[in-house]
């Protein structure tokens, strides 16, 4: 629990480096102080608000002295919005402090053997780089300052950082390409002007609540908008506007959200104009002469939002792996089975196995769209699923990729990949600290031959990193 204490405030103190969560930091009085939104080489006044036992929070009242590694800062929104934390980085220092941050994860702290790291792979785009964005409607805007003239004002836009019941107007977005400003202004200035309530979080009113707009390489665009409740009338009007004055819509869908959280993963979606979904291309690994793999992305489909830095990932991954057409490789926590279907021309077979029942018939789907048929997908809990029964009846993995969320691998999955014994892994995270933690356990038994960093979010702390390893 936080100590209380009165405020106080620092004066001119230097910022020496970056810390978790985008936060930059300085010590001051054998304490750690976390400050949001400077760059090590800042000389700055800061208000210390809040303290634990080692170490302190604050926040910036001025600064007197800007540091060699800023950059100018691009987005009208910056530092309230809380998704550009780094913006006001120069690009070549969050690569830097990216890489960093690795090092410190898996040597520095996790104690893991790798002396083979290479330098990070940056992204050719650190703006327009998403091609998913999700919006919020909120009947009270976030402000700075409250006035009678804009104290009741609605908006669709971010959360604002640290606060689930506070949006955020956003009139320009440099994450995604420009038609998703206009569409996300259209429906603003449309629904505001016919007067149609938006989504209050606390008393759960309203009807206006969710706005996502995904995009792909070749501009094909999907609209998706979940309403609080089933007015047929409002949703025509809304959705009949938003097709005629944007017919270059590939997929435009509805939902109903009438549950106490905006989660719309188990929402049905209603397709109100085009197709229900949009397509995304890839090229086959290490193939020029086949045609490039087709993904379906549909509402819930899971796909990589940057996606030529995705393109770059599963490359080096899949380098890594080597993989020679005698192997069976096991994709665990495959998705929709972009990594499987990306491989599947090397290997001799690939089994994907993943949680979300619909990410795998996506998988599945894919598989059948582009005429693979070396894949098989299993759904599942990857502690239940992946058993020796499991191993007896799909065969014993070559090789095995792991790409696991950002709480990493169960413990008891650790095991029983140590237990199965394949003779390489591959694993991909995009939490360096637990991918550290899984290290130490699998080191035991296995060697770590390559360590590559991947930026896949410019302007984030963020990073993606995969290892190798072969059994000892």
């Known amino acids: 629990m936080s100590k209380k204490i009165n405020k106080y405030t620092l004066n001119s103190v230097t910022i020496e480096g970056f810390a ?10 054998d304490k750690v102080i976390f400050v ?8 700055a006044d800061i208000e210390v608000y809040k303290q634990k036992k080692s ?3 604050a926040r910036v009242l001025d600064i007197k ?4 590694k800023r950059s100018e800062v691009k987005c009208p929104h910056f530092t309230y919005c809380g998704g550009c934390k780094w913006q006001m980085l120069d690009y070549k220092w969050q690569l830097y402090y990216k890489q960093q941050q690795v090092y410190d994860s898996l040597v520095r702290i996790g104690k893991v053997e790798c002396d083979n790291m290479s330098d990070i792979i940056g992204s050719d785009n650190i703006f327009y780089y998403r091609n998913k964005l999700e919006f919020t409607f909120s009947d009270r805007a976030w402000v700075k300052d409250y006035s009678k003239d804009n104290a009741a004002l609605p908006a669709l836009g971010f959360h604002v950082s640290g606060l689930f019941d506070k949006v955020l107007n956003i009139d320009t977005c440099l994450l995604q390409q420009g038609i998703s400003d206009r569409i996300r202004n259209f429906v603003r200035e449309r629904t505001i002007t016919h007067n149609i309530p938006y989504y209050n979080i606390k008393n759960h009113t309203g009807v206006m609540r969710t706005l996502v707009i995904r995009t792909t390489m070749q501009g094909e665009v999907m609209v998706l908008l979940a309403f609080a409740e089933n007015n047929q009338d409002i949703i025509k009007k809304v959705m009949g506007e938003i097709r005629d004055e944007f017919p270059q819509i590939t997929s435009l869908q509805y939902c109903i959200n009438d549950k106490m959280n905006d989660s719309l993963s188990d929402r049905e979606f209603h397709v109100f104009y085009g197709k229900d979904h949009i397509t995304e291309y890839m090229p086959r690994y290490a193939s020029t ?3 490039p793999l087709k993904f379906k992305i549909r509402p819930k489909t899971f796909y990589q939002t940057n996606p030529p830095q995705a393109l770059k990932l599963y490359t080096k991954a899949a380098d890594f792996a080597d993989i020679s057409s005698e192997d069976t490789v096991y994709d665990l926590y495959t998705g929709t089975g972009t990594i499987a279907n990306f491989i599947a021309n090397k290997a001799k077979k690939v089994v994907g196995i993943e949680y979300v029942e619909d990410a795998v018939e996506d998988a599945r789907i894919n598989s ?3 005429g693979i048929d070396n894949t098989v997908f299993f759904a599942g809990d990857m502690a239940k699923v992946l058993t020796d029964e499991f191993v007896a009846t799909n065969g014993r993995p070559d090789i095995i990729i792991t790409d696991p969320p950002r709480n990493g691998m169960a413990e008891s999955v650790v095991k029983q990949i140590m237990k199965i014994h394949p003779k390489k892994i591959v694993y991909i995270s995009c939490n360096p600290a637990t991918q550290a933690r899984d290290l130490q356990m699998l080191q035991q038994d296995y060697k770590v031959n390559n360590v590559q960093p991947v930026d896949m979010f410019p302007h984030t702390h963020h990073i993606e990193n995969i290892v ?4 000892k």
């Open 65 to 68: 002295q800007y540091s060699d």
């Open 36 to 43: 949001p939104y400077v760059v090590p080489g800042d000389v």
């Open 468 to 471: 190798s390893l072969t059994i």
């Open 20 to 29: 978790a969560e985008g936060n930059s930091l300085l010590k001051y009085n």
């Open 55 to 57: 170490y302190c929070y």
């Open 368 to 370: 059948v769209e582009n």
């Open 289 to 291: 002469d086949q045609e």
